[in-house]
C-alpha cells in the first residue's frame, strides 16, 4: 500500500439491535437475490432467443438497488451517464462499489482475478458478465484483446485504475496498464473514457472512513458492520465529461487525465457541507 500511515480503527460491536438488523437484512436479500436470479436465467434466456441485453441487465440494476437500499445506503446521482460504449474508471472505496455502480450505470465491471472466488460476490460477479483480469504481465496482451472485444461487441465496461480499494477519503494514482486497450489502432478514435467520482457520506457519528475497506481488513467482519450499523448513509456517484482516447498521445496521459477529474470531483464532494454528515 502507498499511504500505510492510515489504519482502520477496530471494528465497532454490533450491540443487538445491530445482530437484529444483520439478520433480517441477509434473510430479506438471500431471499430477493434467489428470486431475482430466476429472473435473470429467464431474461437470458429470452435474450438468446430474440437477442438483446436490456432484460438481463435490467434486473441487475434492480438487484443492485436492494442491495445499496439493504445496505442502508441513499444513492445520489450527479451529472449524465454517457450514452455511447466505452469505459467508466472510478475510485475504489469499498465492496459495497459493486451495488452503487451497477444501480447507477449501464456497465460490466472489470476486476481482479481473485474477486471470482470470493463467497456470494465472485458467483454475483460472474452472472453479472464481470470479466476477470490476473494481475501477470504476461496475460496483459491477451487481456487488452478481451477488453477491445467487450468494447467492440458494445458493452460498457468499468474498472478501478487504482487497482485496490482506499478507506474514501482519497484517490490513489490511477495505474494505466488497462487503458492501453483504448490505445489500439482499432478502438483509440472510437473509445470514450468516462471518470466517475464515488463519494461515502457515513451514518451520523460515524468515522468518516466507516464504508471504506481497504488494507488487510477482513471482507466478512467489515460486511457484518455494513449490514449490521449502516443506517441513514449515503453515496453520491458524480459523472464527469468523457475523455476520448485519440486525444491523448499515451496510455499514461489518458490514466493522469483520468485520475486527475475523479480527484477533484472526490475533493469537492467531500467538502460539500460534509461536516454535517459526520
Same mark, same amino acid.
Given at each position: 500500500m502507498i499511504w500505510t500511515e492510515v489504519e482502520p480503527e477496530p471494528a465497532p460491536k454490533l450491540g443487538i439491535i445491530g445482530w437484529l438488523r444483520l439478520i433480517v437484512r441477509l #434473510?430479506?436479500?438471500?431471499?430477493? $437475490? !434467489?428470486?431475482?436470479?430466476?429472473?435473470?436465467?429467464? @431474461?437470458?434466456?429470452?435474450?438468446?432467443?430474440?437477442?438483446?441485453?436490456?432484460?438481463?441487465?435490467a434486473v441487475v440494476r434492480l438487484w443492485a438497488?436492494?442491495?445499496?437500499?439493504?445496505?442502508?445506503?441513499r444513492l445520489e446521482i450527479e451529472g449524465e451517464e454517457m450514452t455511447h460504449g466505452g469505459a467508466l474508471v472510478a475510485n475504489h472505496s469499498s465492496w459495497t462499489?459493486?451495488?452503487?455502480?451497477?444501480?447507477?450505470?449501464?456497465?460490466?465491471?472489470?476486476?481482479?482475478?481473485?474477486?471470482?472466488?470470493?463467497?456470494?460476490?465472485?458467483? #454475483?460477479?460472474?452472472?453479472?458478465? $464481470? !470479466?476477470?483480469?490476473?494481475?501477470?504481465?504476461?496475460? @496483459?496482451?491477451?487481456?487488452?484483446?478481451q477488453l477491445a472485444e467487450r468494447i467492440e461487441g458494445g458493452d460498457k465496461l468499468c474498472f478501478f485504475p487504482e487497482g485496490t480499494s482506499s478507506d474514501g477519503l482519497r484517490v490513489l494514482p490511477f495505474k494505466s496498464t488497462l487503458f492501453s486497450a483504448f490505445h489500439t489502432e482499432a478502438l483509440r478514435e472510437l473509445v470514450w473514457v468516462q471518470p466517475v467520482t464515488v463519494t461515502y457520506y457515513p451514518p451520523r457519528g460515524k468515522d468518516k472512513r466507516f464504508y471504506g475497506w481497504w488494507g488487510d481488513m477482513d471482507f466478512g467482519a467489515h460486511a457484518m458492520v455494513i449490514l449490521g450499523l449502516s443506517q441513514g448513509g449515503r453515496v453520491r456517484v458524480t459523472y464527469h465529461p468523457p475523455l476520448k482516447a485519440e486525444d491523448y498521445v499515451h496510455r499514461k496521459d489518458l490514466a493522469r487525465a483520468a485520475?486527475?477529474?475523479?480527484?477533484?470531483?472526490?475533493?469537492?464532494?467531500?467538502?460539500?457541507k460534509y461536516e454535517e454528515t459526520v
Open positions: #434473510l430479506i436479500y438471500s431471499i430477493l $437475490t !434467489l428470486e431475482l436470479f430466476i429472473l435473470w436465467a429467464l @431474461a437470458m434466456l429470452l435474450e438468446r432467443l430474440i437477442g438483446g441485453q436490456k432484460a438481463s441487465g438497488r436492494v442491495g445499496h437500499t439493504l445496505l442502508g445506503l462499489d459493486i451495488f452503487v455502480l451497477h444501480s447507477a450505470a449501464h456497465i460490466h465491471f472489470v476486476s481482479k482475478s481473485e474477486v471470482a472466488s470470493w463467497p456470494v460476490i465472485g458467483f #454475483l460477479a460472474r452472472v453479472t458478465g $464481470t !470479466l476477470f483480469i490476473e494481475r501477470n504481465p504476461r496475460e @496483459a496482451k491477451r487481456q487488452q484483446v485520475g486527475e477529474a475523479v480527484r477533484a470531483g472526490l475533493h469537492r464532494t467531500l467538502g460539500e
